[in-house]
DNA sequence: ATAGGGTTAG
């Protein structure tokens, strides 16, 4: 008796003592949790229970300690009085896994199972549902699939409990098959069986199965619970169903789980969803107790539908309530809404806050900030960020490539997704539809088939967005059959996939097609959208189809309802430009219904250049200049304009502001691929093995259309000799090209080249020439249309 | 004496 008052003494005391260390929140939904090596000190005296007590009575004290260390979630604790204990009694493991599991010890929970199961302990129908949740949080199938055998082997596989856990497991790993096999296979199921079915469909995302599965209940005469209904509502969520949210709504009010905090909480979230930000708000304001996840869920369902001033005044109100405070997954809710506000600081200062709560390493919300800071174009912090995550899961790599590609880092986006797939993560649809812009971008056709190939595959092409991608990828790279032809076997285009192969035809300077194209799409009953338009338009003026072009403008407002955007009015405005009535032109801008940006200028400064008018395209340029828009080219072209009417000077001071602003030229290049490989020039390049006889070969292009290479122009003075002789056009990257693809690719086929800059005019006109002379259709696509040459003639009509 | 299904997240 007094060894008794002894025990109760020190379990009072030790709980006491250790209350800071345990953990006193529920006990259940842990992130995963690793046990630290041994830092229970000896302080405990357990020796004394020993002395004159049975075994059996001493099992029996030991064993109720540790369900008390369990229920407090002091596993430390429990691990060390269980070391002591006599481990022939199933129960006493059984307590002892289900702590580890309901503290989020999941692997822990697996090993002592196993090592249950090598002591010749039999497991019994309480450890396999524990064990089985374990391997689900863990998201093991293999672990889990192990276990299932296990409970098959010893015919435990009908007990309700455990089917019900196996079940949720599948659930949890995504292996919707082997939970509905389970389920079918169940002689008797009760409500948490259907509710797991039901929640199983919820969890892997497919709301209708998940709905269906509630009608099937009701029609073998189950009814409902409020899990039943977190999963509805969890449906409803995933299909945007906002009728039938309404109807559950109606439901919950009727029922006794009404003021439910969780069932409210997910009411909002059902809401916020559905994209009704009122009614959620209407709900968040009479609940009766809100817990953190509430005001995640409201915080959440502000970002989500755009309001991000309403999240940011949502986390200020929850902090002035002072009963809960943010958690991460606040943080992860608040974040999106610093990009749509463009909000560095507030960014940065969630950032730190997260680092001070110590909530960092967090895989999620690291997710989070590299996603953030990429759209807030800060590169250089979502890179830091996701350099520094000690766990990358393909969502990571996916936000990080998206953010290279968003940024226009084409190039080092392509070169993470290798570091990816070197990583051995196997890419998804998401992966996918980041990256193709950038294979577009790049418009390499080698590496655009191989990316091809690999959704083919991986039979991604069921998607849309990705096969719409992959069309516009094949346009840029320079192959608009294969554009087409993958635009015909889509059976269910959508008004992107027209605007798509619209364009297509659009930056190959086939305006004729793109107008073709446009009704064909309204033949099929495709509403046109204001993208549309923008193909529309932008193949009229790059084709000089000045008339239709006008046309469609109007087209657009009057019989669509559609407003022009900023690259609407450049279309027409490229358009004005072609024709030369500058002032026109100047006049159109004046009169648009939205202020002119660096897009509009440059296609004024590109009808300057074009007629020859240095004071408008001075007045263009300055403007682009004082935008903070990347404008490299627009320096360029001004200093080239100065260079043709000899004012030195105004190059030197070009020069001068570029280097001011760190800005180098960019090189330019033109790539050629021949037997899928990409063979590069550079202006007066002489690197290449077969460089004398492209030499050569120029040498007598140039004499067939009049050029001579080692003559220079007389109309200069000789200093200006010298330096028009530095870049002079004869040995420009593109003739190079042109060169050698003629001495390269089989007769009769196009040649294609790929140039980084916009062609010179100089070279436009020696390659139409080449065309003409040589019989061979070249096609040239430059930094932003393809130039199609073929006898004596260019598909831009000269103006681009 | 120990069982199963639940709300917010990139």
Redesign the pocket.
């Known amino acids: 008796m007094a060894m008794l008052s002894a025990l109760t003494f020190f379990s009072n005391y030790t709980i006491q003592q250790n209350i800071s260390l345990v953990n006193t929140k529920a006990t259940?939904?842990h992130?995963p949790r690793t046990l630290p090596k041994s830092s229970r000190t000896d302080k405990y005296n357990r020796q004394s229970i020993d002395v004159n007590v049975s075994d059996a009575r001493k099992n029996?004290l030991l064993?109720?300690s540790l369900?008390s260390y369990v229920n407090y979630g002091d596993m430390d604790n429990a691990l060390y009085l269980f070391e002591g204990m006599s481990k022939s009694?199933t129960?006493v493991w059984?307590?002892l896994i289900?702590g580890l599991t309901d503290n989020g010890f999941f692997r822990e929970a697996v090993d002592l199972y196993y090592r249950m199961c090598f002591s010749g302990v039999r497991a019994?129908?309480?450890t396999f549902?524990?064990v089985i949740?374990a391997c689900g949080e863990l998201c093991d199938l293999r672990e889990g699939e192990k276990v299932h055998a296990k409970v098959y082997k010893v015919g435990l596989d009908f007990?309700?409990?455990?089917c019900?856990?196996l079940i949720?497991m599948y659930a949890k790993v995504g292996d919707i098959e082997c939970a509905e096999r389970v389920f079918s296979k169940m002689q008797r199921r009760?409500?948490?069986?259907w509710?797991?079915m039901i929640?199983a469909y919820a969890i892997i995302g497919d709301g209708w199965s998940s709905l269906l599965c509630i009608k099937k209940m009701q029609s073998v005469g189950i009814g409902h619970?409020?899990?039943?209904v977190?999963?509805s509502l969890?449906a409803c969520?995933l299909l945007c169903s906002l009728i039938i949210g309404k109807e559950i709504h109606g439901q919950v009010i009727k029922s006794t789980f009404r003021s439910?905090?969780?069932?409210q909480?997910?009411l909002i979230?059902m809401y916020g969803k559905c994209g009704q930000v009122q009614y959620a708000q209407n709900l968040f304001n009479w609940i009766p107790q809100m817990?953190?996840?509430?005001w995640?869920?409201m915080i959440?369902c502000y970002a989500l539908n755009l309001h991000p001033l309403e999240s940011f005044t949502c986390i200020r109100n929850m902090q002035a309530s002072g009963l809960v405070h943010p958690?991460?997954?606040?943080l992860?809710?608040l974040l999106?809404s610093c990009a749509q506000v463009g909000a560095l600081i507030p960014a940065k200062s969630i950032h730190g806050f997260a680092v001070r709560r110590e909530f960092l390493p967090h895989?999620?919300l690291e997710?989070?900030l590299v996603?953030m800071y990429g759209k807030l174009q800060e590169l250089r912090l979502a890179k830091q960020v996701f350099d520094q995550m000690n766990m990358k899961?393909l969502?990571?790599w996916n936000?990080i490539i998206a953010a290279y590609v968003q940024n226009g880092q084409s190039r080092q986006a392509l070169k993470l997704f290798s570091d990816l797939i070197n990583n051995h993560c196997v890419p998804d649809a998401s992966t996918i539809s980041s990256i193709l812009p950038a294979y577009s971008d790049i418009a390499s056709l080698r590496e655009g088939k191989q990316i091809h190939g690999y959704n083919i595959k991986k039979e991604f092409s069921a998607n849309n967005f990705i096969t719409n991608s992959i069309i516009y990828m094949y346009a840029r790279c320079g192959d608009l059959l294969i554009a087409q032809q993958i635009f015909d076997r889509m059976y269910n285009k959508d008004v992107i996939s027209w605007n798509t192969i619209i364009m297509a035809y659009g930056i190959h300077g086939f305006g004729k097609e793109s107008l073709k194209l446009f009704c064909r799409m309204r033949e099929n009953d495709i509403e046109p959208n204001a993208s549309t338009f923008i193909s529309v338009l932008s193949s009229c003026s790059i084709a000089g189809l000045d008339e239709e072009g006008w046309k469609y403008f109007h087209l657009m407002k009057w019989e669509y309802g559609i407003d022009p955007q900023i690259e609407h009015y450049g279309s027409m405005l490229d358009l004005l430009g072609r024709k030369g009535d500058l002032e026109k032109a100047k006049k159109f801008i004046d009169e648009m219904s939205l202020p002119p940006t660096a897009r509009i200028w440059g296609s004024l400064l590109s009808a300057s250049r074009q007629h020859g008018n240095i004071e408008l395209a001075e007045v263009a340029a300055n403007h682009i200049l004082s935008s903070a828009h990347d404008n490299t080219g627009c320096y360029i072209l001004l200093s080239n304009m100065y260079a043709k009417a000899g004012r030195w000077e105004d190059v030197e001071r070009i020069k001068g502001l570029m280097s001011e602003k760190g800005l180098a030229k960019t090189t330019g290049c033109s790539d050629i691929e021949i037997n899928y490989k990409t063979i590069r020039f550079v202006n007066h390049d002489r690197s290449h093995l077969k460089t004398d006889k492209i030499y050569d070969v120029l040498a007598i292009l140039l004499r067939w259309i009049g050029e001579e290479l080692f003559v220079g122009l007389s109309k200069f003075n000789p200093v200006d000799l010298v330096r028009t002789r530095l870049n002079s056009p004869k040995c420009h990257s593109i003739r190079l090209a042109i060169s050698y693809g003629l001495i390269s690719v089989s007769v009769g086929k196009p040649i294609v080249i790929k140039k980084n800059v916009r062609i010179c005019s100089d070279c436009h006109d020696a390659a139409k020439k080449i065309s003409d002379i040589t019989n061979r259709e070249i096609v040239v696509g430059d930094s932003k249309i393809y130039h199609h040459f073929k006898d004596g003639k260019c598909s831009c009509k000269d103006y681009w």
């Open positions: 259940k939904n992130e029996h064993t109720e369900i009694d129960f059984n307590v289900r019994d129908k309480f549902p524990f949740k007990d309700v409990y455990i019900n856990a949720c009760d409500l948490v069986s509710n797991s929640s619970d409020k899990f039943t977190l999963s969890k969520s439910d905090v969780v069932v909480t997910s979230d817990s953190v996840i509430t995640n869920a959440g958690d991460k997954i606040t992860i809710n999106p895989l999620v997710t989070t996603d899961n969502i990571s936000a």
